[in-house]
């Protein structure tokens, strides 16, 4: 559920960067011969000559899209080269995006705060090196304005769209303008120079939103690609909204974006502002009201996080058709492989990093053999990871036997897996003090072999020093260990504004105690090891839930054992709690693309406003496509 979080008081300037067609870029790094050469890569499975995942400019203009598969893509353009994605252990190995991500990463953060958001791309908090170049070197006194900043998109300029380098360069030296344009100003010739940076030492080009917060950073950015940044003043804020299509909105993709459209008959955000605050609170609760209500004249209060690391690791393969998995010993195969590559990736984090990962993830995607269309989902399953790999793969195939049998409704049927992923999550930094790492992974081994999940809490810092004894570690079973797996789905608004004035649960949708909202009604009270644990969510009985909370519009907390929030107030801080905003879009784009679907229907992440657009310096690079 979306929540606003207070917004500052002083002008921000914040940047999104995200690499042009990444994974290309990479092969075409590696392989000069493919610059200007229609080119996409494909996934590792040779299916129809492979799903596409990435797709070049020069591919794109032939028609090429990431929908197809290669034999596709061939038949629109015959010259497109297909390249595939690097293979160690029979599935895709990322490695190489990710480091190549990674070096950019490294260029990008040296100018402030900078928050890497998936594989490629990143928010940066550049408000101080804005605040320091006016006071230094504001444009207007520059010998000359770097070309890359005017070749900027500057959003409301003249007729709304850029009309030229000396508009911009009017536009970024404007004396009389008002100081938060001012910023944005040196924060747009910061980006320029950086991106320029990032060309030189990297061969890789990208493109930025540029804006005073993350929300209209994150829209600007895909605005022209490749290669080119958008600017977004405040003052043109109001235009932008006034057509963009609310789905368009991230956090509007999903159910709340189909209610606003069907129920009020919003088709962009900035049809919203015709509803007051209470109106919309009214309708929607308090928090997303509010939110809603923010949105719609472009005010977003969240923070770049100071994050150059992913959130979570996750490696998943796909066994499609008559490649399913249809044996006990042939998942334990290959999630022995898929654990092997998790184990490894979670351990140079450690060694490189000092983070420790703590809850490890099972995802499936099932078939019954007595059933066409699949009736009910593999249940997601997690438990406290332990280190080392023979250990992640006992685990993981205990998490496999247990979604098996739910799913299965512990018959003897006939079944087959088309889709197996691990995940490795809560991903902390060892607290300070720790004696040695080798004593802190003794004592965490200790605590994954626990039941009581009461001391780790997610996001708290310092929970080294709380872990449980060995003691209770001998005496409880690993199966009552489950940490209960989410899954954010969407309320109906009118059941969720009822629910929420019923149940006085405002307090509950604050970020700090890590619960959402839409989460928080899938738990039943406490985590006891005696008690059945909620751990496991599934997504069609989410579905069902939701319907029968739909249909119950009266005493609603009481009528729901999932719903009485108040009462679990307490026995949820005392739970281990899987949180949606700890995937990370970069792990997501790791998983199979059915297991993705599933992941992204939960985080609703935005899509893109707008496509291809050539003409400036770095878009030069960008050589028309060779024939
Ligand atoms: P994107 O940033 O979505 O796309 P892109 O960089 O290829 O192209 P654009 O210029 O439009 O930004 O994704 C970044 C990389 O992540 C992409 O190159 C390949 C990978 N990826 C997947 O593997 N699967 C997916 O479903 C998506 C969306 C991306
Ligand atoms: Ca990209
Ligand atoms: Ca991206």
């Known amino acids: 559920m979306p929540v606003a979080r207070p917004e500052s008081q002083e002008p921000r300037v914040i940047a999104h960067v995200d690499m042009d067609c990444f994974y290309v870029q990479v092969e075409q790094r590696r392989n000069p011969d493919l610059r200007g050469v229609p080119t996409a890569v494909v996934q590792y499975n040779s299916w129809k000559g492979g799903g596409l995942i990435a797709v070049g400019y020069e591919a794109r203009n032939f028609g090429v899209k990431r929908s197809m598969r290669g034999d596709e893509a061939k038949r629109v353009c015959p010259d497109i080269q297909l390249v595939q994605v690097p293979v160690a252990r029979g599935k895709a190995d990322l490695n190489l995006y990710r480091s190549a991500g990674s070096e950019v990463v490294a260029i990008l953060s040296t100018k402030g705060k900078c928050e890497r958001a998936s594989i490629d791309e990143v928010y940066l908090d550049l408000t101080d090196a804005a605040k320091s170049m006016l006071l230094e070197s504001p444009p207007p006194m520059l010998d000359s304005i770097p070309e890359e900043a005017l070749k900027s998109h500057v959003l409301g300029l003249s007729s709304g769209e850029n009309k030229g380098e000396d508009d911009v360069r009017k536009w970024l030296c404007q004396p009389d303008a008002d100081y938060q344009d001012k910023l944005l100003a040196c924060g747009t010739i910061i980006v320029a120079e950086l991106r320029v940076r990032v060309l030189q030492e990297t061969k890789f080009t990208c493109s930025a939103g540029i804006a005073h917060n993350k929300m209209l950073a994150k829209l600007a950015s895909p605005m022209h690609k490749p290669a080119q940044q958008t600017v977004v003043p405040a003052t043109s804020v109001p235009d932008l909204l006034a057509s963009l299509p609310v789905k368009k909105m991230k956090q509007l993709g999903g159910k709340l974006g189909t209610s606003l459209q069907d129920d009020l008959g919003v088709n962009t955000v900035g049809d919203l502002l015709k509803f007051s605050e209470q109106k919309l609170q009214d309708l929607y609760g308090i928090n997303t009201g509010t939110w809603l209500w923010k949105i719609a004249r472009g005010i977003n209060g969240d923070e770049v996080e100071d994050r150059l690391l992913p959130k979570s690791h996750g490696c998943g393969k796909t066994f499609p058709g008559p490649m399913a998995l249809k044996t006990t010993s042939s998942v334990k195969q290959w999630l022995n492989q898929l654990c092997e590559e998790l184990s490894e990736r979670i351990q140079s984090d450690l060694d490189q990093n000092k983070r420790i990962a703590q809850t490890l993830t099972l995802h499936a995607r099932a078939f019954k053999e007595d059933e066409l269309v699949p ?146 009604r899938y738990f039943s009270g406490g985590c006891s090891s005696n008690q059945r ?95």
């Open 375 to 520: 009736l009910k989902k593999f249940p997601s399953k997690s438990c406290p990871l332990r280190y080392g790999t023979s250990k992640i793969q006992e685990d993981a195939m205990h998490l496999f036997e247990s979604g098996l049998s739910d799913f299965l409704n512990s018959k003897n049927l006939g079944w087959g897996i088309t889709s197996l992923a691990v995940g490795a999550s809560k991903i902390v930094d060892i607290p300070n003090g720790t004696t040695s790492i080798l004593k802190y992974l003794t004592e965490k081994r200790t605590s994954c072999n626990s039941s009581d999940c009461s001391d780790a809490l997610p996001g708290e810092p310092d929970h080294a020093t709380s872990l449980i004894s060995q003691k209770d570690a001998d005496t409880k079973s690993y199966k009552e260990c489950k940490v209960p797996f989410e899954s954010e789905v969407e309320e109906n608004p009118k059941t969720k504004a009822s629910r929420e004035s019923a149940s006085d649960s405002e307090g509950l949708f604050d970020r700090d105690a890590n619960v959402k909202g839409t989460i928080l």
């Open 533 to 627: 644990s909620t751990s496991e969510v599934e997504t069609n009985q989410l579905e069902e839930e939701e319907e029968k909370i739909s249909s119950s519009t009266a005493n609603i907390t009481s009528s729901h054992p999932n719903l009485n929030l108040n009462q679990n107030k307490n026995a949820l801080s005392e739970n281990w709690i899987y949180n949606i905003e700890e995937i990370d879009p970069s792990v997501v784009d790791e998983l199979p693309l059915e297991i993705q679907r599933e992941i992204r229907g939960w985080i609703h992440p935005s899509k893109r406003i707008n496509t291809a657009k050539r003409g400036s310096t770095i878009a030069h690079y960008f050589s028309p496509a060779r024939k």
